[in-house]
């Protein structure tokens, strides 16, 4: 029979302490200091105090906690690691494979003095696969020491949460159904993608129309009440409240995806609401308000020149300019939407009444490594950084690079090398800007000739829209400086310009709340990311909630990744801020 809090909470400290017993391994310590805090408000607050008693040992204590752990490719242990290590299939594959694990393994335990550590359940619960363990393996043996012994204890971490799961019978079934439908999901992408397993889902494609499909029958699914597809390709899904005046409550997030991207960046904002509203219809409850969940088309800026398509288009913000431009293909914005059926002349109908609407929610995932450093599983965020991008052209002469003199060269590499030093310089002197180049290119470029030519990428991003433009300014003046010092031309193009967007200080709190209901410390953060709330944030109320990635919180990237479980805990506190707002508006 499965443990329950109540249960732990009264036990007698002997009792408690075998009710806990082994789920960092042969460490009871970690257990007997947890306990002290009791009684805990819920199993996510336990969760933390056991992560807080690892984190408040000292060094020795740490590392010793790590060397006790079994070798993933010795003799097979007893109990729950047992069975994780069946999961995973370690005892059986070829003598080949076998090998090839012990020697990593060995590799590891020569570089790093403790075996490796490995969640073997994986961030869904259910098991990573025998190659995914060796492919992991072999890439952290390229981790620093310090870097791989906070790895190996965050992997304990998570190995203790799926135990405490699962005597407790604690199954996170919001968070699974949520990670099934983003791997569900990310098996549309775009050509010279999906050939090599990787997701790459821009606006219009036949991929990125097979994923609005999906999205609006999931939604039907849900109980949805009304779903469309809208003129800019947003899937809209609406939750009715119980009379047709009242109020909306609007949330979600965009559905494109990077290049080579994650399954959580947007989407994870969608899927969300969507289990809610499926919870709230398994309920028999409506709202006192609709509940508007939206797909975003577009906010990613990858095939054509322009972003936030469709939450812009939401607040006016669509350009019928955007409409002429043209992808690597040559085709246009427009003919991308016909040939989508989708009408260009009604996007500006999408405009939404701000007076309708009680204000905008998004649910996202970090997208950095601040909350898996801190071992929390959500944030509320405090505001979103403003941003700037420019394209940029810098026209020198080509010119033979044997024959030509050094003194004598007009070279646009060059003087776009100075640019990236002084973009890196510049923004470390503000603290919180930041500053990137992300492409760049020599068209046409030749080992043997000096390039005339060379075009880069401009991210500029800051806290404040003062501090962003400051930030501007600087890096403008210093491109104007480099080029009439080196005799070359330049064309500047700025692509977007995103104002910085504060969170509503009632919609923030609101976020607080539902954290704490959990029995979650409450951590307070700024986003350095761009996200669809930043365009909604112009005509109404907005705040968000970050929700922890796993491998240091890398995003834009195939490692991108968060666990069931730390969505459940986001879909709860989702929940909960559905009904408070519903005791607030009745």
Not at 283 to 309: N, S
Request: glycine share 10%.
């Amino acid at each position: 029979m499965a443990h329950t809090l109540a249960h732990l909470n009264s036990a007698s400290p002997a009792d408690a302490a075998a009710m806990l017993d082994g789920l960092y391994g042969p460490a009871p310590w970690i257990a007997q200091r947890a306990l002290q805090s009791r009684p805990f408000r819920s199993l996510a607050d336990l969760r933390q105090r056991l992560r807080q008693a690892v984190g408040d040992a000292d060094a020795q204590a740490r590392l010793a906690l790590v060397r006790a752990q079994p070798e993933l490719a010795g003799p097979a242990p007893g109990g729950e690691s047992a069975r994780e290590q069946e999961m995973a299939g370690l005892a059986q594959g070829t003598a080949d494979e076998q090998a090839r694990l012990g020697e990593l393994a060995a590799a590891y335990g020569a570089k790093f003095g403790f075996p490796f550590v490995l969640a073997l359940r994986g961030p869904r619960g259910t098991g990573l696969s025998r190659p995914q363990v060796v492919d992991e393996l072999a890439r952290r043996l390229d981790n620093p020491p310090d870097a791989e012994l906070q790895e190996a204890l965050q992997h304990l971490h998570r190995i203790a949460e799926i135990r405490l799961q699962d005597r407790f019978g604690d199954a996170p079934a919001m968070g699974n159904d949520i990670w099934d439908w983003g791997e569900q999901l990310a098996a549309h992408s775009d050509p010279g993608y999906a050939e090599k397993g990787l997701l790459t889902v821009t606006y219009l494609t036949d991929a990125h129309r097979a994923c609005a499909q999906q999205l609006s029958q999931w939604m039907r699914d849900c109980g949805f009440d009304e779903v469309g597809i809208d003129a800019v390709g947003n899937v809209v899904g609406r939750y009715l409240a119980g009379r047709a005046d009242a109020p909306t409550l609007l949330t979600g997030s965009h559905y494109d995806t990077v290049r080579n991207a994650g399954k959580y960046d947007g989407r994870l904002g969608i899927f969300v609401p969507m289990a809610c509203v499926r919870e709230l219809r398994r309920r028999g409850r409506r709202l006192p308000y609709h509940l508007e969940v939206v797909g975003f088309a577009e906010e990613e800026g990858q095939r054509y020149r322009a972003t936030f398509l469709g939450s812009g288009a939401l607040v006016g913000g669509f350009r019928p300019e955007w409409l002429d431009q043209k992808d690597a293909d040559g085709i246009s914005m427009r003919d991308a939407m016909a040939r989508a059926g989708l009408r260009a002349e009604d996007i500006p109908a999408l405009r939404r009444d701000p007076a309708r609407y009680l204000g905008f929610v998004e649910v996202h995932i970090e997208q950095g490594p601040v909350l898996y450093e801190m071992g929390l599983p959500l944030a509320a965020v405090t505001s979103i950084n403003g941003c700037l991008r420019y394209q940029v052209q810098i026209l020198g002469m080509a010119c033979h690079a044997g024959t030509t003199p050094m003194d004598r060269r007009r070279d646009a590499a060059a003087a776009a090398a100075e640019m990236v030093l002084y973009v890196e310089r510049r923004a470390a002197r503000d603290g919180n800007s930041v500053g990137t180049v992300g492409m760049l290119e020599v068209p046409g470029g030749s080992t043997n000739v000096v390039p005339g030519e060379c075009r880069f990428t401009l991210d500029l991003r800051a806290p404040s829209d003062a501090q962003r433009d400051a930030l501007a300014r600087d890096v403008l003046a210093e491109l104007e400086a480099v080029c009439q010092r080196r005799g070359l031309r330049y064309a500047l193009e700025e692509s977007m310009r995103a104002a910085a967007a504060p969170s509503d200080p009632a919609w923030q709190r609101r976020w607080e709340r539902a954290v704490d209901a959990l029995g979650l410390p409450v951590h307070r953060m700024p986003s350095g990311a761009g996200h669809d709330a930043m365009k909604l944030h112009e005509v109404m109320p907005q705040a968000m909630l970050f929700v922890r990635g796993q491998n240091s919180g890398i995003s834009h990237s195939p490692r991108e990744s968060t666990s069931s479980d730390d969505i459940q805990l986001a879909a709860q506190a989702m929940l909960h801020l559905l009904d408070a707002l519903a005791d607030d508006t009745k």
